[in-house]
């Protein structure tokens, strides 16, 4: 069931959902496109999440009521499943290590596994993009095996190395910049994912996968070269 709020004063809140289902963030991204595409003259832009869509739309040129109307009729007429667009699977290296991953010893300790086993369960799956945060490169994904989830720390880092891998409950996700933060760090990865670098910019979408392989210490150090 899908409901439409308003949540400011030009913007309106979609939602698609009441719970994260790995459903609904293709369909988020579908219809976004398609509202996009509609109504390319009136929406100043959209962000998608976990399981809603936050539309800021141009208030001088329709009201409220018009639009949302409009919305809801675009909504009940649109076919989910009949959407041709393309979504990408993403490969990321990461040096899981007691360098690179700070929290990574206590989490071994916490949940009884190896650093093997702990590889293998966070680098065997592909992690859907649920929904994309602070910044354009910041990915939240999920869903983490339930042996490897672990709560956010309960006093967040100042400061915390750019490309580290966290966790934080059923999500995982890679610091693309310097930052501070309270997810529990386990690699890192070499790649540069900063806004700095142009190529990073529209690297994730919503709907898209990200599979992690690991990389030795060598290798992460060596990368690039």
């Known amino acids: 069931m899908h409901k439409i709020i308003l949540a400011g004063e030009s913007s309106i809140l979609i939602y698609f959902g009441s719970k994260i289902d790995n459903s609904l963030p293709k369909n988020i991204a579908n219809f976004a496109n398609e509202l996009n595409t509609q109504f390319s003259d009136l929406i100043i832009d959209s962000i998608p999440s976990y399981t809603s869509l936050l539309v800021n739309y141009d208030l001088s040129k329709i009201s409220y ?14 076919k989910f499943s009949d959407s041709v667009q393309t979504y990408d699977l993403i490969h990321i290296p990461v040096n899981y290590s007691f360098e690179t991953g700070l929290d990574l ?19 065997s799956q592909e992690y859907l993009v649920h929904a994309i945060g602070f910044s354009p490169v910041f990915a939240f994904l999920g869903q983490v095996d339930k042996l490897i989830q672990a709560p956010r720390l309960a006093t967040p880092r100042i400061k915390i190395p750019a490309g580290s891998v966290g966790i934080a409950d059923s999500q995982t996700a890679v610091y693309p910049s310097e930052s501070s933060g309270g997810w529990n760090i386990i690699g890192r990865t070499p790649l540069d994912l900063s806004l700095n670098n142009p190529e990073s910019l529209n690297k994730f979408k919503v709907g898209d996968r990200v599979k992690f392989y690991p990389i030795t210490h060598d290798e992460f150090s060596r990368y690039g070269e």
């Open 105 to 123: 010893e206590k989490l071994l300790a916490e949940k009884d596994l190896s650093l093997d086993e702990f590889i293998d369960i966070h680098s």
């Open 65 to 78: 009521l018009e639009f949302s109307a409009e919305v809801q009729n675009l909504l009940e007429n649109f």
